[in-house]
């Protein structure tokens, strides 16, 4: 969790705390969240420090395209852009479409047809609370002999990777990838204002870590440099190596649709692709 400060300093303002307030403050947090000056957010919003001073105080009002635009530099996520938007008094900008709706049939399709291209390699897609809505033969690979309770939906992919009956005691590097995926998370949770995300996280963090770690002999079995960290799997009696790589849409206009992410486990090593390949053919 993103750590508070004590002792004399004050505590900066967050969007939580502000949003009953007004517009002013509520720009003001995301301000001091992303750690920028008034003079510097003016610069690059071609406004001025004194015109972004009187919209945090309330003694001015923005304009819906001048809000819009400090909320694109402060790379305020889209459903807060809305939060934003309410606060001034104008109407949201931004839907949020279910993901079963027919107007975003192409997209789960692209998806679909997307997913399935990297397999036998694995892929999946996760929303804003990392529940999958999406998962390719690769993922399912992974993923057998796991409990039931852990696979009946929604699936979580935080849940299912660190619950010590999940994919936990299978992952040969378990602090190392356990530390990455609670960091991804902080900074997720630094992001948006999301108390699900928070429960979440606190949950999963709380998870006792079964005894997993790599051997010296995994570490001589693997001789390949690595330009990111690897998630090193057993998958019956065999050792695979993964690296992680994660996509998100450009200019997403809808709130869905800007909370969905394309993660994919490529192989590491000669060995990982050798044997995926054996077992999808």
């Known amino acids: 969790m993103t750590t508070v400060p004590t002792g004399g300093a004050a505590r900066p303002s967050s969007p939580e705390d502000t949003a009953h307030e007004g ?106 609370t990392y529940n999958v809505v999406a998962a390719n033969r690769g993922i399912l690979m992974l993923l057998d002999g796991l409990p039931e309770s852990l696979l009946t939906p929604p699936i979580n992919a935080m849940r299912l990777t660190l619950h010590p009956e999940g994919l936990a005691p299978r992952i040969r590097n378990l602090r190392e990838w356990r530390g990455h995926l609670l960091a991804q998370m902080e900074r997720q949770i630094a992001l948006h204002r999301s108390a699900r995300l928070r429960a979440l996280y606190e949950e999963v963090a709380a998870y006792p870590i079964p005894e997993t770690e790599e051997s010296p002999a995994d570490r001589t079995a693997d001789p390949m440099p690595h330009f990111a960290l690897p998630m090193r799997i057993e998958h019956e009696g065999r050792l695979l190596s993964f690296i992680s790589s994660i996509s998100t849409f450009n200019t997403p206009m809808d709130i869905t649709v800007a909370e969905l992410a394309i993660e994919t486990l490529l192989p590491a090593d000669p060995a990982t692709v050798k044997y995926l390949h054996s077992m999808m053919s």
């Open 23 to 128: 517009v002013g403050p509520l720009l003001r947090a995301w301000r001091e969240r992303r750690r920028v000056s008034q003079l510097e957010l003016a610069l690059r919003a071609d406004s001025s420090a004194r015109h972004i001073s009187f919209v945090e105080t309330g003694r001015s009002r923005p304009s819906e395209e001048l809000l819009l635009r400090l909320a694109e530099h402060l790379d305020v996520p889209v459903r807060e852009r809305n939060a934003l938007l309410l606060s001034a008094g104008y109407a949201p900008r931004y839907r949020e479409t279910p993901l079963d709706d027919p107007a975003l049939e192409s997209l789960r399709d692209g998806v679909e047809r997307l997913i399935q291209g990297y397999e036998p390699y694995p892929a999946f897609v996760v929303d804003a």
